[in-house]
């Protein structure tokens, strides 16, 4: 809520599992409870996450600096957080289906 530094959760709820950089990508991987219980935590549904970030263009000699990332290093992408499992149910064979599909 607002610009400023992210407040850091007392309750750290996940467990990093692993991360690298390459010249396009910073991929993390972690391991979380879908419901922490903890009010500072979203529960991790079967839905599609609106997940936040930013980044500094340079990194960071200060352990726990975060420093401002300008206007240009942030955004937001739509994720499945969730491992997802075969949801498929039976359709009745009589029932129309439309297979809707988008480029990027």
Known sequence: DGVREPEVDP???????HGYENGTHTVIRF????????????????DTMRVLYSYHATKSELAGSLPYHGPH???????????RLNLQESIPEKTLTWDLKTSV
């Open 73 to 83: 290093h942030r955004g937001s992408v739509s994720l499945y957080l969730f491992d």
């Open 31 to 46: 391991r979380r409870r879908y419901d922490t219980c903890d009010s500072n935590d979203y529960r991790i549904t079967n």
């Open 11 to 17: 309750s750290q709820d996940y467990e990093m599992l």
